[in-house]
């Protein structure tokens, strides 16, 4: 029992580091109907940030993670203005913007590898780590903090989201931007504070994950992004709400499944639900059937 | 009214989806404080028309000007900061937002917030309808209270001029009396109107001055009542022999 409420918790904070990386796919996704495969590697990007901030600089942990926040932002909008913007408005076909992704994706991995070679660096304790006692169980204090630090985030998503201008700015042009342009809403200006967003999220992501394993290289981005990606599908891409969801489902899965004594195929697992998924409900548990407009 | 000012002038527009020619060098004008309506079968040209008005399909030739701008080398979202707003065809609304959240969105421009407040009263005032159903998600709400909230989220942003799209279409002959008098109603209170319709016998009833569009083209112009008694838009466009 103790042993599986462990592997729960576990499971959390793991789901709630792919619930952050799937929200930039989703919430980018419901404005673009772009799936942006390059943002898997942007956790790459926001783990090498941390790196450089906090073991070639020496700065403290708060400033690297301002950092790594920032910079993917900046990141983000830039992919976004550069490779993107052209392609959403002149409505080229999805199987062009997919096909840039997958492009920015490999030019990130490979501009990282250039520059920090392709051997894993070691990123150790950047988050606090001891075992801090939660009724009969153990848990190491990177965990709590993962699951803390992503709850607080998707509390302040959400007032974003729901209360602020832009918030509903993204929320309306995400429902139907022709109507949104009409309102006085620029497209441009909302999918590039969208990509922002996503990006900074993704940085989040990122300093959680390097919280829990200290080792990072210019691929680490792939598997992960792709689960974060299928955690999204889960949940319904396009909804908020679906991708926090999905993120902690499929961290549920990944664990129990170790826990079962099944780690070698925790993957499979995985990819297993977005099969399902896709031949089941293709919209996901949260997820609504979109129609276009003009 | 003879010669008071022109407020929107569009001068031999052309509008291509690819090669499908939707509309073909049309010209028309709306004067300030007037109601204007364009009357045409379902696929004359209407929709795009007006979506060339405000942007949201580029034209590939001819003038738009909208007091005295160009409203052709203008981005759609800055065109309602001009004073001219879109009710569009099929109402738009933001579904998954309240009510409320709707109209905020049409003040999205505005930043003079205690007349903003102001104008929800007066938009509450007159479509008594959405008050009561402020914090309902507008999906939920009827046809006929779709409609209203897509006019009153088109006046938040304090028009000059409102477009409006088919506003009768799938509702009821009470609903689209409703409707059209509110449209009177912001008429009367200062908001030039240019209305589109394919209910040409309601819309010409309205409409100070009228246009027939057919297959992208303008058939016949001129006073609403001369074209309402007209012997061929009777028998095209009021089911009359
Ligand atoms: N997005 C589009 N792509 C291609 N053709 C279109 C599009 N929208 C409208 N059309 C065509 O343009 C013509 C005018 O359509 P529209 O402006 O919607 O007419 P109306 O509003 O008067 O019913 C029609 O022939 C229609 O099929
Ligand atoms: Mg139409």
Redo the contacts with the bound molecule.
Sequence with gaps: MVEFLTQIINGLSQGSIFALVALGYSMVYGITQLINFAHGDIIMVGAYATYVMLILAGTPLWAAILAAVLFCAIVGVVIEQVAYQRLLNKNAPRISLLITAIGVSMLLQNLFQIIFKSDAKSVSNVLPSFPIPVGPLEISSVTLITIATSVVIMVLLQLLVKKTRIGKAMRATSEDAGAAKLMGISSRNTIAFTFAVGSGLAAVGAVLYVGAYPSITPYMGSLLGLKAFVAAVLGGIGSIPGAMIGGLLIGLAESLTKAAGWSQITDAVVFGILILVLLLKPTGLLGRNVKEKV | MAESNVMLSVKDLEVYYGSIHAIKKISFDVREGEIVTLIGANGAG??TTLHAISGLVKARSGEISFCGSNLRAMEAHKIIRLGLAQVP?GRRIFASMTVQENLEMGAYIRSDRDKVLEDYERVFERLPRLKERRRQIAGTLSGGEQQMLAIGRALMSNPKMLLL??PSMGLSPLLVNEIFSIIRDVNNSGVTVLLVEQNAKRALELADRAYVLETGSVSMSGLASDLAADEKVRAAYLGAG
Excluded: A, L, S
Aim: charged share 80%; glycine share 0%.
């Design positions: 209407k929709t065809e799209d088919e």
